[in-house]
């Protein structure tokens, strides 16, 4: 299997040596090194190595906390192939050449550049900073976001964090799930990535390089994309969302039923909404005469003869009230 290894070491002519002899020794296969930071004489380095998948792990650890002055960030299943140069330009022309799909060719794309499980687009609302400190969760008028559009490998139901204010920037969340998070400026959208410990192995935090990164490439793509970010909106509720009625205002009189309302019927027949259809019995010249139905109150339609039936053939609908 492909793993991601992040060790912070001394910043000092062959303790990178010493690290790459420990990781052949045990059994890793480098492929590539990112140095993400050289500060203060300590430098943070990205490992890719092809790991035995039968092996364990945590010889590979004891090996390279054997180093003095070597500190293990963090080890995590790798997504794609190692990074090479200019991937990211690429990934930009793709957009351009597309952009009806440009949002989902650039959600679907950022976990391999960035070695993250999974990403998603999501929507702010326009007023977060007014519920600013309320809950997080997927509960919509919370303040936190909604998935506009996410990977294939994220979870379901997405729960996502309390993303504002919105800036570039790296969080934790809970169970081991580290994000990074990005907006577009525009129509309250953000780009967010996870990494999620698993497999006993521990991910490392998003380094600011990595944020930095993801940022310019969502300004580019923000920029490319341009007004079709303004259509992006959060998918609509589930149908059978009940919306509880507002109450009355007090002391206004409750509201009556509504009448039941005839159906209009052709020519020769009775029909009505209340129940079964009576025929009318005939008056005493051979006329319409009175129903059971219309006795007790309920609407419906009379037979009438042919010649008083109107010419579209269709009758008025009739309501009567006893008493």
Known sequence: MLLRVRVTLPDRPGTLGQVARTLGVAGADIVQVVVLERLGGRAVDDFTVVWPGASRVDRLCAGLGAIPGVRVNGMWRAIGAPNGGGQDAELLAQIAANPADGLATLVDAVPGLLAADWAAAAVVPADWAAR???????????????????????????????????????????????????????????????????????AAGFHVTEVDRIAQLVRAAATILGDRLDLVSAPPEPAGTAVPDEPAAAGSAPALPMPPVAVPATTGSAATLTGPVVPAKPGPTGGPGMTAAMASGSAVAPILPAALAPPSGRLPAIMTRHG
């Open 132 to 202: 600013t400190g309320m809950g997080a969760g997927t509960v919509r008028g919370s303040g936190a976001p909604a998935v506009a559009y996410a990977s294939w490998r994220a979870p379901s139901p997405l729960h996502l964090p309390e993303v504002t204010p919105l800036r570039a920037r790296s969080l934790n969340g809970p169970a081991g799930t580290h994000y990074a998070v990005a907006p577009f400026g525009r129509a309250g959208l953000v780009l967010m990535l996870a990494r999620v410990d698993g497999d006993g192995l521990a």
